[in-house]
């Protein structure tokens, strides 16, 4: 089993930034892949970032250009910084991991951007 905790969610107006995080109990070395999801109300969950095990990285269209995704490898962390967000950036962000081909997901951490 693998347990993620997911922080750094909260409110911020357009233009701002946030950044989350998401601690992993297991060596981020074990995962064929680490990314972050979100969810907004009455949508289907979306891919937003994810990073592979040798390094490369995907964003989603939306987010090109103002989210980062990065690793921890000693805290076994994996970050998101959010910049320029928009309205429409408004979501639950999950953390999710492929461990041994079987995904895991935190509990989900609310962003809300609006003025």
């Known amino acids: 089993q693998v347990q993620l905790v997911e922080s750094g969610g909260g409110w911020v107006q357009p233009g701002g930034s946030l950044r989350l995080s998401c601690a992993a109990s297991?060596?981020?070395?074990?995962?064929?892949?680490m990314g972050w999801y979100r969810q907004a109300p009455g949508k289907q969950r979306e891919m937003v970032a994810a990073i592979r095990r040798i390094g490369s990285s995907i964003y989603a269209d939306s987010v090109q250009g103002r989210f980062t995704i990065s690793r921890d490898n000693f805290k076994n962390a994996v970050h998101l910084q959010m910049n320029s967000l928009e309205p429409e950036d408004t979501a639950v962000y999950y953390c999710n991991v492929d461990y041994r081909s079987r995904p895991f997901w935190g509990q989900g951490t609310q962003v809300t951007v609006s003025s």
């Open positions: 297991t060596s981020i070395f074990s995962f064929n892949s």
